[in-house]
């Protein structure tokens, strides 16, 4: 929606977020929204494994609430990540903090290997749609 964030101030994602149209619901749903990212993997500004970017407007908010939250911009942002494909969809505070224990992990144990697993973990999740939000 254009009014969604009307008040100026970013808004976590929700289950059954009143901000997502029909339109938008499809879109996520066949992964359409990925596009974008994808080019910015070809220029080479992304990976397409990494710890998945966060909204610029949350990150200043992460970095003070969470320590070592800055540590996972060490490596290059993915489409997908460890956290990914071991978490649930996250909205909160709480959530990156979990998320961010996955990123710190991926960046610590990075080897080819390990980004083939969770590429492969990301088709099944990308196959069955139960992940999409």
């Avoid at 996520?28 to 070809?42: A, F, G």
């Avoid at 970095?63 to 909205?91: C, D, F």
């Amino acid at each position: 929606r254009t009014d969604a964030e009307a008040g100026g101030k970013a808004v976590w994602a929700a289950k059954d977020d009143p901000r997502v149209t029909r339109v938008g619901k499809f879109i996520r749903k066949v992964r359409i929204d990925e596009l974008p990212q994808t080019w910015c993997v070809l220029k080479g500004q992304m990976s397409f494994v990494g710890p998945r970017p966060e909204r610029p407007e949350f990150v200043s908010d992460l970095e003070k609430q969470l320590s070592y939250y800055a540590e996972r911009h060490m490596v290059k942002p993915g489409i997908t990540g460890w956290a990914q494909i071991n978490y649930p969809y996250g909205a909160s505070i709480d959530d990156s903090r979990h998320k961010l224990e996955y990123d710190l992990y991926y960046a610590k144990n990075y080897t080819p290997f390990l980004d083939l697993l969770i590429l492969l973990q990301t088709l099944r999740v990308v196959l069955w749609p139960d992940g999409a939000r």
